[in-house]
Nanobody
Framework: QVQLAESGGGLVQAGGSLRLSCAAS????????MGWYRQAPGKERELDAD???????TYPDSVKGRFTISRDNAKNTVYLQMNSLKPEDTGTYYC???????????WGKGTLVTVAS
């Protein structure tokens, strides 16, 4: 099993920045891709960014140029640097990790990001 712990959320003004961290523990050697997803009240969870074991990254157009995902394998941690934040970025941000061993997608408990206008 894999356990994921997110941190770094908070309240920021529009145009500000936050850096989210996700520390993985457990069966860390089974992890392949990792990613960040957001969920706003009344909306479905959607992708913010993902990163492969080879450090290839994927971003939706809504965050491209503003968000950057990175991975530190030595620390078993993935980061999401968020710049030029907008009120519509508000939501709970969840870290995810795909287990290569069992194919299960693991999730953290989430960290709340609030962007004030």
């Amino acid at each position: 099993q894999v356990q994921l712990a997110e941190s770094g959320g908070g309240l920021v003004q529009a145009g500000g920045s936050l850096r989210l961290s996700c520390a993985a523990s457990g069966s860390i050697f089974s992890i392949s891709a990792m990613g960040w997803y957001r969920q706003a009240p009344g909306k479905e969870r959607e992708l913010d960014a993902d990163i492969s074991s080879g450090s290839s990254t994927t971003y939706p157009d809504s965050v491209k140029g503003r968000f950057t995902i990175s991975r530190d394998n030595a620390k078993n941690t993935v980061y999401l640097q968020m710049n030029s934040l907008k009120p519509e970025d508000t939501g709970t941000y969840y870290c995810s990790a795909v287990s290569l061993r069992d194919g299960v997608d693991y999730w953290g408990k989430g960290t709340l990001v609030t962007v004030a206008s």
